[in-house]
C-alpha cells in the first residue's frame, strides 16, 4: 500500500471495522488499543535506564566467575 489514505478510503474503512466488530464493541475496542500505545510508548521512551540493569556487561549471572 502507498500510505495515502483519502478522506473516502478512511471512511470505508471505518465502516468496515463497524461492521467487522460492531458498534457496543467500537468504545472497549478503542480503549484497549490507547493503552497499549500508552505501554508500548512508555518501554521505548530514551532515557528510562530501569530495564538496562540486567543487561550490562557485567552481570552475567553466578556461572560468569566459574568459566
Known amino acids: 500500500m502507498s500510505g495515502n489514505l ?3 478510503t478512511g471512511l470505508i474503512v471505518l465502516v468496515v471495522i463497524v461492521l467487522l466488530f460492531g458498534a457496543p464493541k467500537l468504545p472497549a475496542l478503542a480503549k484497549s488499543l490507547g ?3 500508552k505501554i508500548f510508548k512508555s518501554e521505548v521512551r530514551p532515557g528510562d535506564d530501569s530495564t538496562d540493569q540486567a543487561e550490562k556487561p557485567g ?7 566459574a568459566r
Open 59 to 65: 552481570s552475567e549471572g553466578p556461572d560468569a566467575s
Open 35 to 37: 493503552q497499549s500505545l
Open 6 to 8: 483519502g478522506g473516502w
